[in-house]
């Protein structure tokens, strides 16, 4: 089964990989702690340096490797069938993102709208991009790669999709 996913491209998937880049750079310390606990002469020193380093790894790696599937994750568009045509899809979608007071970031007319939502004065917010098809739509909101990736906002987006799925199904808020 073939799986759509969000692209992202230079310095935007640089900023949104980067907590996995800082774990993988983790676990190379560790790595490289295990590989000159090798050349210590106290044996014990030596294995507690192993030990702990071994430990770091596991735990870098883990972590890293929990982000890394939380946001690809986050980067898969959500699809969904409609009996409507793309420019009605079109049009909801614009009028939902005026009510909620999302900024258009990027258009194409009847086939692409990215936004640019706005929780408060502080908070950036987080990306929603919506591809539109004869009958279909395909639903992506992530962390907006300027602010970073947070548990807090993974919720949001996933609130933002809902939005955004219900308006093309012309459901009730």
């Known amino acids: 089964m073939h799986v759509e ?6 310095a935007d998937w640089a900023r949104y990989f980067a907590p996995v880049a800082f774990c993988a750079y983790l676990a ?5 702690l295990i590989i000159t606990s090798a050349f210590l002469h106290d044996r014990r020193d030596a294995l507690a340096v192993s030990a702990a380093a071994a430990f770091g790894l596991l735990l870098s790696g883990a972590l890293g490797m929990g982000v890394l599937g939380m946001q690809l994750h986050e980067l898969r568009y959500l699809s969904v069938a409609t009996r409507f045509d793309s420019e009605s899809n079109f049009e909801q979608v614009v009028r939902l ?14 086939r692409r709208l990215e936004f640019r939502t706005a ?5 950036e917010g987080e ?9 279909q739509v395909l639903i992506a909101s992530i962390c907006d790669p300027d602010v970073g990736f947070s ?5 949001r987006c996933q609130h933002h999709r809902e939005l955004v799925r219900r308006a093309v199904l012309r459901a009730p808020p």
Not at 28 to 32: H, K, L, N, R, S
Not at 98 to 107: A, D, I, K, M, V
């Open 127 to 135: 990306r929603v991009v919506v591809l539109l098809r004869e009958h």
């Open 119 to 123: 929780d408060s004065m502080l908070q």
């Open 28 to 32: 190379a310390i560790c790595v490289a």
């Open 97 to 110: 993102a005026r009510e909620l007071g999302w900024q258009r970031t990027h258009e194409q007319p009847g």
């Open 5 to 10: 996913r969000l692209r992202l491209y230079g």
């Open 151 to 155: 548990l807090v906002g993974r919720r």
